[in-house]
């Protein structure tokens, strides 16, 4: 949706206060989060013992931001917990929903922030499974601010962003929103259409159903799947995707030669999931969308950077473990 | 398949000589780990640069082996190209076959390999799609030592090797490979059934299904479902495997919390994979199993050590990110 933004609406990284509505697993993540960054935060759960389970988060999440570097005038100090959803939410500049995952929990609580928020602060959903289209029906005033922001647990730590509209979501907010959460230190991904469970939920549940399908025909357990991951794909994918993964695997021929040799393996039973077959226009933007995300690079320099990191990656999580050893080591 | 095993079986920590057979990116990616752990190595591939690429290969990679720290003795120099297989196979304790990926040529290869391998020897395939018990057809002599032992690319770094018979392979001949690939400091997984795929190769399929299915409809581009992937998801899965990930996305209540509040998630549309039916006997083996990989830590310990882990990955990878941009910034 075109509409034209408030004229009193901040600049994403002048934003200075915070309100954060749901302070549960993902919510209180948020609130370490923004805290860490230098933000005020006002935080608003309507549980009875939330302030104290919100502080505990914070408090544990603390030391791990700190290693990683507080902004200027961070401090746990700058969260305040406020009495009402309408107090929390008018002394923001912006607005981070984690309310829990039903359908009219959400369309009530983004009515009522809708009502309670000035006009030009935009409101951003951590919903993982909703389109905004649907969350966004109960929003009498200003629909248009209202727009996703999903982040990924624990959002202090993990980087990723999804943000996407709905019908009623105007351009500006969606644009607005990604500046503000990359302002915020976040990596952002904006999407052009309400896919479900964006992209990287996506692939999550793709891996997620197949690991359920392999327990329920008891072709593996719990345990095999989750060495079989992080032994195997998933200490590759802490930095290069599937995309790059599987451009290295076509040797010096990348993308092109890996989807020439292997596009008959799509007809395998390697998963359930049946693949899309492999037109002449998929196979043209996996290879130009690949070249985008090589930039130049040669194989000997991705591969001389993919050891670079894949050493960095086991060399830290072998001094992790062994840290963690002398600290339960009596006498040590 | 039982059977006894030779006499002249060596223990899977008294091998010395391997046999790599096909020297690309796989085999060669074997070598190269084979040596850094000391072993001697005799390669044959039949394409005529095969022994020049192979020595580059293993030149590129020595470096970051020689980081993660070579075993004693471990030296280049114990690597031979061998003029024919026959006298490739026949001075080796073990053979690691890593032909091209067509079931015709590795049905030929692991005949001739029986016929020129002693008895005792055991021959693990690298093949990431065929099942051993349509490989090992040719092999008239001794088809019980034939196993399939899948790595992951690069070999020299990713640990997981994937063991499994086929049906003319011997039990003896499967604990053997899973021993010796242990004792050669692999992270190995033992299937009991030809599962295609194997484990890791059906998650990481179904991953890249998904993401083909979402280029294929413009739903996200390369570079998206890559930085989705390298910032989100990936960044957990390089030490937490899907079922950990979300047994803390259940909070306190875990696994049980997660199945129960989220199963019905799994009717979503979030992948194109249909998702199986959660019965009470899928809940209890995901639950159990979990179980057992959580080995009584408590979440807040589980919580910490991910955080410990995601700040050591995130830090790593950062400063490797430095370290080439030095070495990159001309004057520096």
């Not at 961070?74 to 829990?100: G, H, I, K, M, W």
């Not at 327990?215 to 989750?226: F, G, H, L, R, S």
Request: proline residues 6%; charged residues 20%.
């Amino acid at each position: 949706m075109t509409s034209t933004a408030p004229s009193t609406l901040p600049a994403p990284d002048a934003v200075r206060t915070v309100a954060c509505v749901g302070a549960g697993v993902i919510g209180g993540g948020w609130v370490a989060h923004f805290l860490a960054r230098g933000y005020h935060v006002v935080a608003w759960d309507p549980a009875p013992d939330a302030e104290a389970r919100l502080r505990e988060l914070v408090a544990a999440a603390w030391p791990a931001l700190t290693q990683l570097g507080l902004a200027t005038g961070a401090s746990v100090d700058n969260l305040q917990v406020a009495a009402t959803l309408a107090d929390a939410v008018s002394r923001a500049d912006f607005v981070q929903e984690s309310a829990p995952e039903r359908l009219d929990v959400k369309v009530e609580l983004l009515a009522e922030i809708d009502r309670a928020a000035p006009e030009h602060v935009v409101v951003g959903s951590s919903t993982s499974g909703y389109g905004m289209s649907e969350m966004q029906t109960g929003a009498t005033l200003h629909p248009e601010r209202l727009v996703v922001g999903h982040p990924f647990n624990p959002p202090y730590l993990v980087p990723l962003v999804e943000v996407v509209g709905g019908r009623a979501s105007a351009d500006w907010a969606v644009r607005w929103a990604s500046e503000f959460y990359r302002a915020a230190g976040k990596s952002v991904i904006t999407l052009d259409s309400e896919l479900p469970g964006f992209i990287g939920n996506r692939i999550q549940e793709a891996a997620w159903r197949e690991a359920l399908h392999m327990v329920a025909n008891k072709e593996a357990t719990v345990a095999q799947i989750d060495q079989a991951m992080t032994d195997g794909p998933g200490l590759r994918w802490a930095f290069h995707g599937p995309c790059l993964t599987f451009h290295l695997a076509g040797g010096d021929g990348g993308m092109a030669h890996m989807l020439d040799h292997f596009g008959p393996a799509l007809r395998y039973p390697w998963t359930r999931l049946t693949a899309p077959e492999l037109t002449d226009e998929l196979r043209q933007d996996m290879v130009e969308g690949t070249e985008r995300v090589v930039n130049g690079r040669t194989t000997a320099e991705l591969i001389a950077q993919r050891d670079r990191r894949m050493i960095a990656v086991m060399r830290a999580l072998a001094e992790v473990d062994r840290q963690e050893v002398d600290e339960s080591t009596p006498g040590r």
